[in-house]
């Protein structure tokens, strides 16, 4: 029976945890007699350093939002001799070396720099690790991530194959522009321009609610011309403030698990208003949604957020500004420059879909199995 490991980081949730549990989907509903199996690295080392890390992060970049976001920046790219993990990285390829002895895997997918990084130092050293791919869940690459010795790359569009081939010197023959794998059940749509200016707008804050969504809500008038549908995650404070501001045109959402109820939603609007990450954007753009970003999280958001605006793939809202009035001016002169950038953006996922993906992984394994027999 084949394994596939799975490594994003820490336990909380995250887009590095929707990826991974994504491909396993895709790779298990097609195989189902592949094991895939989730491991975050830090917590199997030490549950309680793990649980400290996640706490000082949340902490860190919900009161210190500018310090966390210059910290990222250095970490994220600054050279290797700039950057030093020699003090702990010892701990963590211990720790690797005692997975891989036990788990045995065919396969290894990293959705997370850290682990990439970690199996990156382990592959230079070794060549009886099995295949690892990188499947980045941003719309850039941080520093962190391994590249030397890791064997594939799923990477989220052309500009970013192009920065691992010249920058780092990858073989176009290791990189497959997958986009951001998503669930299966998002399904492509197709968006016609809307003659009148009676919009249902999707608003999103990640899924603990993150974002400043009650005063953004509070800004709006009882507008019948536009209405606002918020997902409020698993914050239930949010979707109590809401409730109480008693607006006919303002509907709080709780927490939606179902992929396929995500789905109806998304072909129920006609735009999202949302923070820059990594998969609620990638689900948008499949949907052909028109997508406003009225935050974004110091660090990694915020430089998704410039590369998205560079390929004209979102529009940042100016706080200063009616919302409604960005909305409405958006429709009317910019709707058709955006389905045009979009199209664009969507040619070049020429391996995205969940069948080309579970294709490629198995063959990846199935090569694999390959040259271990003739070595033997």
Not at 72 to 79: I, V
Not at 198 to 207: A, F, K, T
Not at 213 to 239: A, P, R, W
């Amino acid at each position: 029976m084949k394994k596939i490991l799975f490594f994003p980081l820490l336990r909380m949730p995250s887009g590095h945890h929707q990826v991974a549990d994504t491909i396993a989907n895709y790779i298990q509903k097609r195989n189902p007699t592949i094991t895939c199996k989730k491991i975050d690295l830090l917590s199997t080392w030490n549950p309680i350093v793990e649980s400290v890390v996640t706490r000082t992060y949340l902490e860190w970049i919900h009161h210190f939002p500018k310090s966390y976001a210059k910290a990222y920046r250095h970490m994220a790219h600054s050279t290797k001799s700039q950057r030093s993990y020699k003090y702990y990285e010892i701990l963590f390829m211990k720790k690797m070396k005692q997975i891989l002895r036990e788990e045995k895997p065919d396969l290894i997918i990293c959705t997370h720099g850290f682990p990439s990084y970690i199996l990156s130092k382990l592959k230079m050293k070794s060549e009886n690790i099995a295949p690892v791919i990188n499947v980045y869940t941003d719309f850039f690459i941080n520093d962190v991530w391994g590249k030397k010795g890791i064997d594939y790359h799923f990477v989220p569009n052309q500009k970013v194959r192009k920065d691992l081939i010249q920058q780092n010197n990858i073989s176009e023959e290791q990189i497959f522009i997958t986009g951001i794998p998503i669930a299966e059940q998002i399904e492509e749509s197709i968006r016609t321009k809307k003659m009148n200016e009676n919009y249902r707008i999707l608003v999103s804050g990640g899924s603990v609610g993150l974002g400043n969504i009650t005063d953004l809500m509070k800004q709006q008038k009882n507008d019948s011309k536009i209405e606002y549908l918020v997902l409020c995650g698993k914050n239930e404070h949010l979707f109590r403030k809401l409730e109480k501001l008693n607006r006919a045109n303002i509907h709080p959402l709780p927490y939606i698990s179902s992929r396929e109820e995500m789905n109806h939603l998304y072909d129920d609007v006609d735009a999202i208003v949302t923070k820059p990450g990594g998969v609620t954007i990638s689900e948008a753009l499949k949907k052909r949604l028109p997508i406003f970003i009225h935050s974004a999280l110091p660090g990694q958001e915020e430089i998704n957020l410039t590369k998205l605006k560079e390929l004209n793939l979102v529009h940042e809202l100016e706080q200063n500004q009616s919302l409604s009035e960005q909305i409405t001016g958006f429709f009317s002169h910019s709707f058709d420059e955006f389905q045009h950038s979009l199209k664009s953006y969507l040619m070049e996922l020429k391996t995205g879909n969940p069948d080309d993906i579970s294709n490629m992984i198995h063959s990846f394994m199935g090569a694999n199995e390959e040259r271990r027999i003739a070595v033997q």
